[in-house]
């Protein structure tokens, strides 16, 4: 916040103080010439933006939300809500860390060298049976000069061999143990969540004690949230498993003969980053200061000082028109950098279709060097701190978490709520809301469920290693729609022709545009060609029109007026020349008889369902 001098002079002195109600009333106004008669604070919820976890985006934050800036803090001191580390990330910016998931030791060397070259500074490398062999370690870090470039491990069940093939290349490579940065990666909780497999503990113990007496800068610990996100899970229910698996590795630690300030200091927490970058701000946050008040209530809230690694999200990854991932890891990175993530990887934009290119991988890492060194965003120390808006949605989403963090505590801790199925009940029943907000485009993913590009030519990778399987679920915001997709696909490699719905425009432009765009962009959306030729028809000659368009299904597009007046017709006659179904872009209502005929197709209605039942009828095989 910006405080001017006091010289005498007022800004905006000549006009009255505008009052929130002064407001309400204006916004009154509108919305009746909207439809919607509504008055006082009603007004302004109907402008509000429902969010996960019962929360919601208002129109207009003033100061009477003031109330959510008390006990933030100042960066680096306790609740760490603005920040772990008192400099933020104004010193070096954050470290660009690098995933690599390459099995091939040689293929991972040359893309880990490039990385080096320009512009990560760190890397996390993904090893196991399917992934990266441990015996191929070296030859994927030779030429990295291991005293500069920290390495983080994604080992699962093998974190113990993998450890200490990288301790022996450090202590080979001639690095001071102090010197030596990264993470080791031990995360039973995260491996028996993605595989449903219990794994010990006794290697992440080892390393946590080796760590804290001889390699002060590695930590040993990794509490990864990505599989809770990935499963479906909402911002707050990320946070509160997260809360959960920490709280258990700090039992395990401080079990084990740690302090509470050296066990702490072992843990490093994994977040995901969306495009909602507002949420995303504040889930960063909302993390560091849950985690000072387990601290706190541990008996030593300095002791919270969170380190966070944040990944684009998975989950928002699209295949179709991969490129516009590129838009929303962007997003992503910049919600991170302005929420104080520590590390930040972001994912290559054909991350979902298999292992990225070189230009993908360039693409990935310029993403944070342009934030960092042409933005200038990391020299500002939490630069949404003090907006009410963010401030707000901090405390509300810290207050859910805790909650959900209660909830899996009750049911006996982290580890008791994976294996009752309490934890992925939860998620899935987050998810199935969430899938049926997508399924009706009320949460848009354009080049998918908005603006589809059927001509588009598909982008080809190479498979990555098999992910592990047999716990959570993973989901992709994409799914139902890449369903259908490839249905159609499937269809024009066997017929040469993707599957065709007449689009039946009545009256002038002005008249049909607006559906037709909606209509054309609804069928798309499930493969289904979009034939809008001729520009208009009306009863006469619309059996013709069907025809020729060799179409087997119909959409009428046009003015409630011109349906009430010309659309029954219309429909009869498409009926009369073929058509299985005819649809009518637009809501019921209209005229009975029309209602009759025709099925409504309107914002709001189930798109997936309305696509595969087209898809059904045109005998397009699932």
């Not at 706190?296 to 928002?316: N, W, Y």
């Not at 982008?459 to 993973?474: K, N, T, Y």
């Not at 000659?541 to 349906?563: E, F, I, P, Q, T």
Request: charged share 20%; with cysteine.
């Amino acid at each position: 916040m910006t405080v001017l001098p006091d010289d005498g002079l007022s800004l905006a002195a000549e006009f009255p103080d505008a009052t929130h109600e002064q407001w309400q009333r204006l916004v009154e106004g509108v919305l009746r010439k909207s439809g919607k008669d509504v008055s006082g604070p009603a007004a302004e919820e109907a402008l509000s933006t429902a969010l996960e976890d019962g929360l919601s985006t208002r129109p207009l934050y003033t100061a009477h939300d003031a109330g959510a800036l008390a006990d933030v803090g100042h960066p680096g001191f306790a609740p760490f809500v603005r920040g772990g580390r008192a400099a933020g990330s104004a010193a070096a910016g954050w470290d660009v860390r690098q995933r690599h998931a390459t099995g091939d030791p040689v293929r991972t060397n040359e893309s880990v060298l490039a990385d080096l070259e320009n512009g990560v500074t760190s890397l996390w490398l993904t090893l196991g049976p399917d992934a990266l062999p441990i015996a191929g370690l070296q030859r994927a870090l030779d030429g990295v000069f291991l005293d500069l470039a920290p390495v983080v491990l994604d080992a699962g069940a093998d974190v113990g061999p993998a450890a200490r093939e990288l301790l022996r290349l450090i202590e080979a490579a001639g690095v001071a143990k102090d010197a030596a940065r990264g993470n080791l990666g031990a995360d039973p909780l995260a491996y028996e969540a993605r595989t449903g497999t219990e794994a010990g503990t006794d290697a992440a113990v080892e390393l946590a004690r080796l760590c804290g007496r001889e390699y002060g800068g590695l930590r040993a610990l990794t509490v990864d949230a990505l599989p809770y996100h990935e499963a479906g899970g909402s911002a707050a229910q990320e946070l509160g498993a997260s809360l959960a698996t920490g709280v258990a590795y700090l039992r395990l630690l401080t079990g084990a003969g740690l302090t509470l300030q050296e066990a702490c200091a072992q843990l490093e927490f994994r977040y995901a980053a969306t495009a909602d970058q507002f949420l995303t701000i504040a889930k960063l946050r909302a993390a560091r200061r849950l985690w000072a008040r387990v601290a706190e209530a541990c008996g030593d809230a300095d002791a919270g000082a969170q380190r966070q690694h944040v990944v684009t999200s998975p989950v928002m990854m699209a295949r179709r028109d991969p490129w516009v991932n590129m838009l929303r890891t962007t997003v992503a990175c910049l919600g991170a950098g302005v929420g104080g993530a520590d590390a930040v990887t972001v994912l290559p934009f054909d991350h979902s279709l298999g292992l990225p290119d070189a230009f993908a991988r360039r693409i990935a890492r310029n993403t944070s060097t342009i934030l960092l060194e042409e933005s200038h965003l990391a020299r500002v120390v939490d630069p949404a701190g003090g907006s009410w808006y963010v401030e707000r949605l901090t405390a509300e989403l810290a207050h859910n978490a805790w909650e959900f963090f209660q909830q899996i505590e009750g049911a006996g801790g982290q580890a008791a709520a994976l294996r009752s199925g309490m934890l992925g009940d939860s998620l899935a029943a987050t998810w199935a809301k969430r899938s049926k907000k997508l399924a009706e485009r009320r949460e848009p993913v354009t080049g998918v469920s908005e603006f589809p590009n059927l001509t588009e030519k598909p982008v080809e990778r190479e498979p990555v290693p098999a992910a592990p399987a047999g716990g959570l679920p993973r989901v992709r915001r994409d799914e139902a729609y890449e369903a259908l997709r490839a249905r159609s696909d499937a269809h024009l490699a066997k017929t040469g022709t993707r599957p065709k719905v007449f689009l039946a425009a009545l009256g002038p432009a002005a008249a049909h545009t607006a559906r037709v765009s909606f209509a054309a962009n609804l069928f798309q959306a499930g493969g289904i060609e979009a034939v809008h030729d001729p520009v208009t028809v009306d009863a006469a000659d619309a059996a013709g029109a069907l025809k020729a368009s060799g179409a087997r299904v119909a959409c009428v597009c046009s003015s409630d007026a011109l349906y009430t007046a010309e659309g029954a017709a219309v429909a009869a006659a498409l009926t009369a020349a073929g058509a299985e179904r005819v649809f009518l872009a637009g809501r019921p209502g209209t005229d009975a008889a029309l209602d009759a005929a025709v099925t409504h197709v309107f914002a709001g209605c189930d798109a997936v369902a309305v696509l595969s039942s087209t898809l059904d009828l045109m005998g397009v095989a699932p």
